[in-house]
């Protein structure tokens, strides 16, 4: 039974760890990314629709990222979403390709970034604990039962201590990694 409750705590920790990488990419660093346009939506036809289910977005050079729709008549609601993300970039329009020049980043907004990078980053981590948190209670009311033994529970504690210790320690690695890309020059 214990053995079920650190399978399911694991798998919900992993998609923690996950969530926070996703958040990582749509955060802006000094070169161009698909995944920066990843929170952008689109009002197409009086719908909230995902920027990247309309259309085809690449980066084929480290500042550059072009974005392709698959419906022309949407050019204009794609550029006025991308011009009012909190991303900061200028879309221009030829007609049939968006192009959005993705600029140098000053001192201060990498500093900022960062700080949005922790932040992301911490709120995995509370997820993570989370996770912890429900298991725990879920193991005490098995021990209270009586389905579960108390020396399992120690053991479980301990197990599910370090699963978690290492999907923090997984979160810690990836704001290592981001913030090196942001600060790289």
Known sequence: M?????ADANHRMDKAVEAVKTEFNTVRSGRASVGLLDRIHVDYYGTSTPLKQMANIAAPEPRLVTVQPFDKTAMKSIEKAIMESDLGLNPSNDGSVIRLLIPTLTEERRRDLVKLV???????????RNVRRDCMKDLKELVHEGEVGEDAEKRAEHELQKLTDGHVHGIDELVKHKEAEILEV
């Open 2 to 6: 214990e053995t079920e409750l650190l």
């Open 118 to 128: 922790h932040r992301l980053a911490e709120d995995g981590r509370v997820a993570v």
